[in-house]
């Protein structure tokens, strides 16, 4: 079958599986946070040496980028700042205490929202709160930058608090999409971002590309990519843009007849694709390209390549907290996520409460499902101590006619072209996707 007939047939509504289950079968009626606090600690108690990883939610943006799929607040105020920094301090003052200590830091992430929304200052203020004046190189940090508002004191700020990694939220510089998309940068202020954080020591800077935006046509983005493999980051993104405007009312800032579609859509996914591969990036994971000189490419090819609520990170931890407004912690037998609205989060805070709004509780069956999502995720292949279960080898084979999966006895290996069909893969695995069909769209298309 042609590669675009295959775009074509797999182009279905498929999660993007950072966790198993997803976040819409999680069985919330089960959860209390109770049960969250006793799996934590029971989880920390095991893996306490090996650290953890801290995911910090700033949800403030000057502007709403109408494409955005992110829980963000819009303001102009930053007054905002302060109130918010000394919430997320006592909320992880409230996990040390938890945890009955302070646990070793092995990985942060700041996601937004637009994290340089925030003063360099109060940054500053933020992490020291919670590293003390830990600064140590061992801790992977990373942090999500406009390109309109990063500016070297942020650079530097970050730096000397042991950031080494930086991704930019490029999309597309075509003026037309830009527009339609309320997100505005250039070329010019992109290449001088990457080029400051470079000179002042950063290791990896991450570009994110999206196709199929409102406006977006072949030319433009063809020009987005040869602008972008000029510059040479070092990891790329390339999202398909996910249409929900059942979930982000944003997006009806535009209609489906401004969105490419079909052939169109496809058309844009081969040629981006394609520039990025010629140019040298390697394929990594789903939607990730990286040079073979950077950190995620290394684990990639070691086996130690993770995927978890930030997305895919280099390295394991079991343990991931995530601290602010709708932030989702994991401790590997648990899901917990915080509330989702800027003032329900603050007052659980402030009144000495732990924000918690919905969670997870993963059965025995769930984890076995999880790591074999994950195996294939990160890995390309999974496999399974006994016969591949009867239902799962049903559900594969259409996928294995199409050459897009190997199926032996005991393993499922995703071929060079399956690649681009990962989330197709997976959700034959989705046994809580297929015991309970969505009645309604719940995601976005695959491809």
Request: proline share 4%.
């Amino acid at each position: 079958m042609e590669a675009i007939e295959l775009l074509k047939k797999y182009n279905v509504a498929a999660p993007r599986y950072t966790s198993y289950p997803t976040v819409p079968y999680w069985e919330n009626d089960l959860f209390a946070e109770q049960d969250w606090h006793e799996r934590l600690r029971n989880s920390y108690e095991v893996h306490h040496n090996e650290g953890i990883s801290l995911y910090i939610h700033l949800p403030f943006c000057e502007s709403l980028c109408t494409y955005c799929g992110c829980n963000t607040r819009i303001t102009k105020n930053h007054k905002v700042e302060e109130p918010y920094i000394e919430t997320v301090l006592k909320e992880w003052q409230m996990y040390v205490d938890l945890l009955g200590e302070q646990p070793k830091i092995k990985e942060i992430h700041l996601g937004g929202g637009t994290p340089t929304f925030f003063s360099a200052e109060n940054l500053n203020r933020l992490l020291k709160g919670i590293r003390g004046e830990d600064v140590s190189n061992t801790i992977e940090c990373s942090f999500e930058g406009h390109p309109d508002n990063t500016t070297v004191e942020h650079l530097q700020t970050l730096s000397h608090l042991g950031f080494k990694r930086l991704s930019l939220g490029i999309q597309d510089f075509d003026p037309r999409v830009q527009f339609m998309i309320n997100r505005f940068q250039t070329p010019e202020q992109v290449k001088q971002i990457t080029v400051q954080a470079r000179a002042i020591g950063y290791e990896s800077v991450n570009y994110d590309l999206i196709y199929g935006l409102p406006g977006q046509h072949i030319e433009g983005l063809t020009e987005t990519i040869k602008e972008v493999i000029e510059l040479k980051p070092d990891r790329i993104a390339f999202y398909s843009y996910a249409h929900v405007p059942w979930l982000k009312p944003g997006q009806r800032h535009f209609t489906e007849q401004d969105i490419p579609q079909g052939d169109e859509k496809f058309a844009l996914y081969k040629k981006g694709r394609m520039m990025l591969l010629e140019a040298g990036y390697e394929e990594i994971g789903m939607d990730h390209f990286a040079l073979t000189s950077d950190s995620l490419y290394a684990s990639s090819i070691s086996g130690e390549m993770h995927r978890n609520f930030m997305g895919y990170t280099s390295q394991r931890t079991p343990i991931l907290i995530g601290l602010g407004v709708s932030s989702i912690s994991d401790c590997g037998t648990a899901f917990a996520q915080n509330a989702k609205t800027v003032e329900a989060y603050q007052l659980q805070i402030n009144n000495n409460k732990l924000a918690i709004e919905k969670g997870h509780l993963l059965t025995n069956k769930d984890l076995e499902i999880r790591q074999h999502i994950l195996n294939l995720m990160c890995r390309n292949h999974t496999s399974f101590n006994e016969k591949i279960p009867s239902d799962i080898e049903h559900r594969l084979k259409p996928l294995i006619k199409d050459k897009l999966v190997y199926l032996g006895e005991h393993e499922i290996e995703i071929t060079p072209i399956g690649k681009t069909f990962l989330r197709n893969v997976c959700m034959a695995l989705d046994e809580r996707l297929w015991l309970k069909q969505p009645q309604t769209q719940l995601f976005s298309a695959a491809i």
